[in-house]
């Protein structure tokens, strides 16, 4: 679909790039020519899939492990990048997110989704944005969010909130930056089963089943076509379009409300079987950070 080279002279940074969906569009675009960084809270794990990449693409790949939770970090790995160039184009993927009753949920439990999704969006945003209108650079933000925040959603609350913010920061960004020649647009994308979001939202489960079950094209999302919208956005190709947020899930939403409603039916075994399963992943993920 588009040109070899077509990125070749930008530099991209793509938060939670280590993993998922991250790492798929990190490697469209250095396919593509561009320069990537990406970021993510393990850099044992970033700084192997920057080798992985690099071996399969050749180009370059710098690889960060911060938490973007701390603004301070965040400003620090801004910075190094800008030394050596300024970047042009920022994805915003890093998030979290679980199932769970709202009524069971913790203030830390709600602090660790906001905090990642709304607050550190913000500092990487504001970090790269503020160093553009300084540098008089022009830029393309694409953030990733949920179809949610048109229509909310039970059971992952803190997510449709933060999301809900970060699809407000795209508007009001986009308004108030244009004039700078920074644009911002979002992406909603129904399911594309990765390992992180499959065993917290569908803990025990089958990653798409329940996706091919009810959606109108009976199946789940295919990381090219992610790839492929998040290039189109930051191309070129339509320098007009800023402010958007554009829905990716084979009209689920339109279908279902694309939300987890459907587990109001679930029981208090089956929420307390998820509880254990995501604290079992969450432990797993805190040792390997630890290695």
């Not at 990048?81 to 970047?87: D, E, N, T």
């Not at 709304?118 to 790269?128: D, E, K, P, S």
């Not at 499959?198 to 789940?220: A, F, H, Q, W, Y």
């Not at 929420?271 to 630890?290: H, T």
């Amino acid at each position: 679909m588009f040109t070899d080279g077509l990125l070749r002279g930008r530099r991209i940074l793509v938060t939670g790039g280590g993993t998922g969906l991250g790492k798929g569009m990190a490697e469209k675009f250095l396919a593509l020519g561009a320069d990537i960084f990406i970021c993510g809270r393990r850099k044992s794990v970033c700084e192997a899939t920057a080798t992985e990449l690099m071996g399969k693409h050749g180009g370059k790949v710098g690889a960060y492990g911060i938490d973007i939770r701390d603004a301070a970090a965040v400003d620090a790995m801004v910075a190094d990048i800008f030394a050596s160039g300024p970047l042009t184009d920022l994805i915003n993927n890093a998030a979290g997110n679980f199932i769970s009753r709202t009524e069971d949920l913790s203030p830390r439990g709600f602090d660790a989704i906001a905090n990642i999704v709304m607050h550190g969006t913000f500092y990487v945003t504001h970090a790269v944005g503020r160093r553009w209108i300084a540098g008089g650079h022009r830029g393309n933000v694409v953030s990733i969010v949920v179809t949610w925040i048109a229509n909310g959603s039970p059971y992952v609350v803190p997510s449709a909130m933060s999301k809900s913010a970060v699809h407000a920061m795209t508007m009001s960004l986009a308004t108030e930056w244009g004039r700078h020649g920074i644009r911002l647009n979002a992406i909603a994308p129904g399911e594309i089963p990765t390992e992180g979001a499959g065993k917290r939202l569908n803990p025990g489960g089958e990653p798409g089943s329940r996706t091919e079950r009810i959606n109108p094209m009976g199946r789940v999302g295919r990381m090219e076509e992610l790839q492929n919208l998040a290039t189109f956005l930051i191309s070129g190709g339509c320098d007009w379009l800023t402010g958007e947020t554009i829905a990716m899930d084979g009209g689920q939403s339109l279908a279902t409300g694309g939300n987890f409603y459907e587990l109001r039916h679930w029981t208090d075994a089956q929420w307390q079987g998820a509880r254990e399963a995501i604290k079992a992943q969450n432990e797993k993920d805190r040792a390997q950070r630890s290695v």
